[in-house]
């Protein structure tokens, strides 16, 4: 299995109840890690950094394979389409597509998306693969867009409906029963909204000034033309004082038939609320006390039993997704940790940080 990093972001997978080593250190990384992907076929992973460079390591020797200047400064990258592609994502704004066999440090992109302002790269899109044309929603500094990769221009635009300031992070999660997935977004204002995707009504240019001032969807449309807009289904009670800057979704047995959301931010709390868009309520389960306070990202491991977080404090920490209650702390990272990002096939736990290290934890 192969590694994919960018300075921001990271993939991890860890197992409940047991001791932890550092396997590994990726090797050849001098500058912050954004983001880091395990990928399931026989590419080399992808990693990027704030340099802009997005690189491949072979997980086997832990040596740079390859590095390509693909952003001015890389916030994210995954691979996409049955991982014969990967896609990047740039804080100047654009989100670039690229052939994952011809991946080499002369390649060029496929697909290439203005989503973005300059200057407003800071929340990593979200990505939804239901089929071979994946879904991506980005926030482009003043309101967050869903784009079909095989269009041009944004298919929906989804509205706070109230002035909550700059979105953090962005996940797709699918409600139990649905067909289609939800949205769910944590914002500047402390609060965590869900959308549903298919609820959208068709608002045109002409009618804006009809709409209301805080729907922030409808500022600075792109050119007439008719956009379909959603509302937030709800938003959670679990509302930060800082800013939230992570969410991620899950299931617990305790709540079953209902989503489960995980915040946190800039506080020393981390938040765990219920999210039954059916009946458009959101309960607080339990707020979490870490010691030292801010979190750059959560991460729930696909078979619901942990979730990690990313700290301020050069920290990776484990919980009890069931139980929540903290099962580890790893130190390892001399720099504030950006990215967690879980294997899919091992008990490979990746964490990217400030220090310019990529760490691979075994957690048995």
Same mark, same amino acid.
């Given at each position: 299995?192969?590694?994919c990093v960018c300075v921001w972001c990271v993939c991890l997978c860890v197992c409940m109840y047991a001791c932890v080593c550092v396997c590994c250190m990726v090797r050849g990384v001098c500058v912050c890690v954004c983001c880091t992907v395990c990928c399931l076929s026989a590419h080399t992973p992808p990693l990027s950094d704030i340099g802009g460079n997005v690189c491949r390591w072979l997980r086997s020797s832990h040596r740079k394979r390859v590095t390509l200047k693909a952003h001015s400064s890389v916030l994210q990258v995954c691979f996409v389409a049955n991982d014969r592609q990967i896609l990047t994502q740039g804080r100047e704004g654009e989100v670039k597509i690229w052939d994952a066999e011809r991946f080499n440090s002369a390649a060029t992109p496929l697909q290439t998306l203005s989503v973005a302002d300059i200057g407003c790269g800071f929340c990593r899109c979200a990505i939804y693969q239901p089929d071979q044309h994946p879904l991506i929603a980005a926030f482009d500094g003043t309101k967050v867009v869903q784009w079909d990769l095989r269009e041009s221009k944004p298919s929906?635009?989804?509205s706070t409906g109230t002035h909550a300031g700059l979105c953090c992070s962005l996940r797709y999660c699918t409600v139990p029963g649905a067909? +289609?997935?939800?949205l769910v977004g944590c914002?500047?204002?402390g609060r965590t909204y869900i959308w549903d995707t298919t609820a959208t009504t068709a608002v045109s240019l002409q009618s804006q000034s009809e709409a209301d001032?805080?729907? +922030?969807?409808l500022d600075h449309p792109?050119?007439?033309m008719t956009y379909n807009v959603c509302r937030p289904v709800l938003f959670s009670d679990a509302h930060h004082e800082h800013p939230a800057l992570a969410v991620d979704v899950g299931h617990r047995k305790k709540n079953p038939g209902m989503l489960c959301g995980v915040s946190a931010g800039a506080a020393d709390t981390i938040c765990v609320f219920t999210l039954d868009v059916q009946q458009r309520e959101s309960t607080t389960v339990e +707020?979490?006390?870490?010691k030292n306070a801010g979190i750059n990202q959560v991460c729930v491991r696909p078979d619901q039993k942990i979730f990690a977080t990313a700290g301020w404090d050069r920290r990776v920490r484990i919980w009890d997704w069931q139980r929540l209650r903290e099962l580890a702390v790893l130190r390892g990272h +001399?720099?504030?940790v950006s990215c967690l990002c879980f294997a899919p096939t091992d008990n490979t736990l990746l964490s990217g940080g400030a220090d310019g290290r990529i760490l691979a934890w075994n957690i048995y």
């Open positions: 299995m192969y590694v929906v635009m989804f067909e +289609t997935p939800s914002f500047e204002d001032a805080g729907d +922030t969807c792109a050119d007439e +707020t979490l006390k870490v +001399t720099g504030s």
